[in-house]
T-cell receptor, first 115, second 113 residues
Framework: GAVVSQHPSWVICKSGTSVKIECRSL??????MFWYRQFPKQSLMLMAT?????????EQGVEKDKFLINHASLTLSTLTVTSAHPEDSSFYIC???????????FGQGTRLTVV | SQKIEQNSEALNIQEGKTATLTCNYT??????LQWYRQDPGRGPVFLLL?????KEKRKERLKVTFDTTLKQSLFHITASQPADSATYLC????????????FGTGTRLQVTL
């Protein structure tokens, strides 16, 4: 299967600082990637769609100025949580479909803890 | 409103038995329905995909059924093993492009010896 790598696996940051999470497709090109957030014992919730070479599309209720997404190449999308607060602490997961009409491949996730 | 419901309670079964997990949905018209496995602290791993015009799909010990009239999918693991213990998520894909997936909350399966 295809491989999607996420980095870092976990990060602890101070309130008010920014954190960048990287999502890479290692063996295929992804014009589109997706960012999800998962709170404990809850489902994955789609935050935004990352589009290579254009602006990301955000789901309702997700602040685009707080969660900055950059998809500068066909293999890399980054999510930056700006001015992080404790309520942003969550598990962030990216995914990318290798082809249309097939399954999505997920990164291993990033556990963000804001203290 | 739209809902995807999976057994919220953990499912405990004995090794060797068949585990059956349920996914019911309301006010969706999925082109595809997918099942994923998620281990603690990890991202989901794809297991099976079934299309709206398919009734059943099998892969090794796994079987998925899809009833668009009942708006329900059943996920079966036969001859279950302790290594099958995990949370299983169903996901709806309304566009059929593996793009925006809407996930259920998952069912935690515990297989004991």
């Amino acid at each position: 299967g295809a491989v999607v790598s996420q980095h870092p696996s976990w990060v602890i940051c101070k309130s008010g600082t920014s954190v960048k999470i990287e999502c890479r497709s290692l063996d295929f090109q992804a014009t589109t990637m997706f960012w999800y957030r998962q709170f404990p014992k809850q489902s994955l919730m789609l935050m935004a769609t990352s589009n290579e070479g254009s602006k990301a599309t955000y789901e309702q209720g997700v602040e685009k100025d707080k969660f900055l997404i950059n998809h500068a190449s066909l293999t890399l999308s980054t999510l930056t949580v700006t001015s992080a607060h404790p309520e942003d602490s969550s598990f962030y997961i990216c995914s990318a479909p290798k082809n249309m009409n097939t399954e999505a491949f997920f990164g291993q996730g990033t556990r963000l803890t804001v203290v | 409103s739209q809902k995807i419901e999976q057994n919220s309670e953990a499912l405990n079964i004995q090794e060797g038995k068949t585990a059956t997990l349920t996914c019911n949905y309301t006010n969706y018209s999925p082109a595809y329905l997918q099942w994923y496995r998620q281990d603690p602290g990890r991202g989901p791993v794809f297991l099976l995909l079934i299309r709206e015009n398919e009734k059943e799909k099998r892969k090794e010990r796994l079987k998925v059924t899809f009833d668009t009239t009942l708006k329900q999918s059943l996920f079966h693991i036969t001859a279950s093993q302790p290594a099958d213990s995990a949370t299983y998520l169903c996901a709806l894909d309304e566009t059929g492009t593996a793009s925006k997936l809407t996930f259920g909350t998952g069912t935690r399966l515990q297989v004991t010896l």
